[in-house]
């Protein structure tokens, strides 16, 4: 299958992706991962995104949609594959249609995690982070540590990330409403969009993102 995740910060596509890219045997693509991947191998596009990024500046959605063409020629990316992050916004969306359309390919579902803006707040702002080991993350309700500020793990310093703050949420998610929310509607005109809940435990919510899929697939 060839599918696109979609939702806001602080919706768990990360997480989800990992996951349903493992039960469906296809490649996670993450923006993320493919920005790293290309600077640390001093690609040309790597090269591009570096001078854009140290420049302070978004890096442009050219090089992007190359970074993601690349990426999804992969063998691996044959029989399909998970896009988490891309594509961001609707001139994206269009990039990547004409792209597969070239390849006589098209999108077998657009997966949209719905979860409230307050809930996504609460969940990203209720985030402390390990100074010792970042990889050792607590919440203040979800996942409390055994003592307040201090890191189960190693005994560390458990702080709030600057981007984490609600401030910082707020305005992430303003963005996410400008720029990315308008694929939502320009999918659901193709009849691609499948929007489910974002909220329970992570398998909770894997098991309907599968359900909700293979129905597509059915279909």
Do not use: W
């Not at 970042?134 to 996942?143: G, K, L």
């Not at 702080?159 to 996410?176: F, G, H, M």
């Amino acid at each position: 299958m060839r599918i696109v995740l979609v939702g806001p910060p602080g919706a768990g596509k990360g997480t989800q992706a990992a996951f349903l890219a493992k039960n469906l045997s296809i490649p996670h693509i993450s923006t993320g991962d493919l920005f790293r991947a290309n600077i640390s191998q001093g690609t040309e596009l790597g090269k591009q995104a570096k001078a854009y990024m140290d420049a302070g500046n978004l890096v442009p959605d050219e090089v992007t949609i190359g970074m993601a063409k690349d990426r999804m020629e992969q063998p691996d990316a044959e029989s399909g594959f998970l896009l988490d992050g891309f594509p961001r916004n609707v001139a994206q969306a269009e990039a990547l249609d004409a792209m597969l359309d070239g390849e006589g390919m098209k999108l077998d579902a657009v997966l949209d995690l719905e979860v409230e803006e307050d809930e996504v707040v609460k969940r990203i702002a209720g985030r402390r982070i390990c100074r010792k080991d970042s990889a050792h993350v607590f919440h203040v309700e979800y996942a409390k540590p055994k003592t307040e500020g201090v890191c189960d793990v190693c005994g560390g310093e458990l702080y709030q990330r600057d981007d984490d703050s609600e401030e910082t949420v707020r305005k992430r998610l303003e963005v996410y409403h400008t720029q990315t929310e308008p694929i939502i509607d320009y999918y659901r005109a193709q009849g691609l969009l499948v929007t489910i809940s974002a909220l329970g435990k992570v398998d909770e919510v894997t098991g309907r993102a599968m359900e909700a899929l293979r129905g597509e697939k059915a279909a």
